[in-house]
């Protein structure tokens, strides 16, 4: 089946339309990964028992030999994942599965004896949980936040670029103060940065304590141990994540419900710039640059629509009802386990996969804009009653209290030309000759304040 016959059949656009999502993200979030993680953590458990637990079974063990058992995870493959799902058809227990392959594995090697060690002491949240954690540790680490941050750099680069590019800002939707391209996109690029550094600052947590979050089986089997150190060591040098001490059966998902909070704050910046840049193409302030081939729309041959935003919009929104079903979901469990957050769990590759598309589509909508220096500069031209504010401003300096009033009657809701503004300003005798001259050299295009400057300032 070629690429456009599976389109025909899949249900969700990162399936399909969006695949190159799925390729990036299936090694992290699929029903595959799910399993070969299940068989990562089974095997790092094996082996820490065999290096960190005195057993007159386990002694049998050369260490020297702990490569072999090793290799059942890190040379999982396809045909790996079918003999596991074969057995899980009869065990109708995914995890019971993965435990029933592995010991298949290790009586080939010869290794009989090791087979009752394998998820010994352990109940299936304490591979399940171990396992989400490792996927959206490395689905994290590897793909989203490497692409939100790509994305953040492309725009700060803008920012440095366009640093000096004035633009007549709006607030209400009504002109007002002069800004730069830069400095706009410098607020995103800052934005991101936040946002990302939060999503950074969060702990990938995991629990490896039994039943009920007691140590319950372990401990009555090895009741010599000290258990609640070895898991916690386990946990976060065997599997590179952070021990969650207290918990039921699960583990709480709290972290996880933070880190989808996160990314729907990233993606809700994210919209807010693709909304931004809409309004910037309809008012001419960018310009698209046609793609040889296109088509805009099917009667309309002018058009040039920044489909691109739309559609990172639409995929925003997908990925944030996720994110928001998922954390008002997660968090929620009768007594110490019910069953349901593992169905809702394997739709956390979803929140992800939808994010990623909204940042692509932005991305590819940036590449193809290029800023209007005309239609800035005219706007600008137009619009001299913005400068009824440092006016103002300046006659306050001198202790003019109906300074205001005076700009308001002559600017509000008026449409000003440069001759009527400089007039106004060449009367003013209150001021010293300096001030009377700034404003008269000022113009729309040069009041912009530190808005260059601003460009600079490191992330």
């Known amino acids: 089946m070629d690429k456009q016959q599976f389109e025909c059949f899949t249900l969700s656009p990162l399936d399909g339309r969006y695949a190159g999502i799925k390729d990036a ?127 953040t750099a492309v725009i700060n680069k803008w920012a440095v670029e366009h640093k000096n590019d004035a633009m007549l800002a709006h607030t209400h939707g009504q002109p007002a103060t002069p800004t730069t391209i830069g400095k706009e996109f410098k607020v995103y690029a800052y934005r991101f940065t936040s946002s990302i550094e939060n999503i950074e600052n969060i702990k990938i947590k995991a629990k490896f304590n039994g039943a009920t979050g007691n140590y319950s089986a372990i401990l009555t089997a090895f009741p010599q141990l000290d258990w609640q150190t070895l898991n916690k060591k386990f946990v976060e040098e065997y599997l590179g994540l952070t021990y969650n001490p207290l918990t039921t059966q699960i583990e709480s998902h709290d972290y996880t419900c933070h ?29 698209q640059i ?46 110490q386990r019910d069953l349901s957050d593992s169905s809702s769990q394997r739709n956390i590759g979803l929140a992800f996969g939808y994010s990623l598309q909204a940042i692509s589509e932005t991305t590819n909508g940036l590449a193809k804009c290029v800023v209007n220096k005309d239609k800035l500069a005219a706007d600008l031209n137009e619009k001299w009653e913005v400068l009824a504010e440092p006016i103002q401003t300046m006659l306050r300096k001198y202790g003019i209290s109906d300074a205001y009033d005076q700009l308001k009657e002559l600017t509000r809701g008026k449409n000003i030309s440069q001759e009527a503004i400089m007039e106004f300003a060449k009367g003013l005798d209150v001021l010293s000759d300096e001030d009377r001259q700034t404003l008269l050299d000022m113009t729309p295009a040069s009041y912009i304040g530190y808005a260059s400057d601003l460009c600079d300032i490191d992330l």
């Open 25 to 151: 993200l299936g090694e992290y979030f699929s029903e595959y990964a799910l399993v070969k993680y299940r068989v990562f953590v089974e095997i790092q458990w094996l082996k820490f028992l065999i290096e960190n637990v005195e057993s007159d079974v386990l002694s049998k063990f050369n260490k020297d030999n702990l490569g072999q058992i090793e290799a059942i995870s890190k040379d999982f493959n396809y045909d790996s994942f079918k003999a596991i799902k074969d057995i899980e058809a009869i065990t109708r227990h995914d995890v019971k599965a993965v435990e029933y392959f592995i010991g298949n594995q290790l009586k080939d090697m010869g290794y009989d004896y090791l087979i009752s060690f394998v998820h010994i002491g352990c109940t299936s949240e304490d591979i399940n949980n171990t396992s989400y954690a490792c996927m959206i540790k490395h689905g994290l680490n590897d793909v989203w936040l490497k692409k939100a941050k790509e994305f």
């Open 259 to 287: 880190i989808l909070d996160g990314i729907r704050h990233f993606n809700n910046v994210l919209v807010d710039f693709d909304v931004d840049m809409w309004l910037y193409i309809s008012m001419e302030y960018f310009k």
């Open 290 to 335: 046609p793609v040889k081939g296109e088509v805009g729309s099917s009667t309309m041959p002018h058009k040039v629509n920044p489909i691109r935003f739309e559609n990172s919009e639409a995929n925003v929104d997908m990925s944030n009802n996720i994110c928001v079903g998922l954390s008002n979901k997660l968090p929620r469990s009768r007594m």
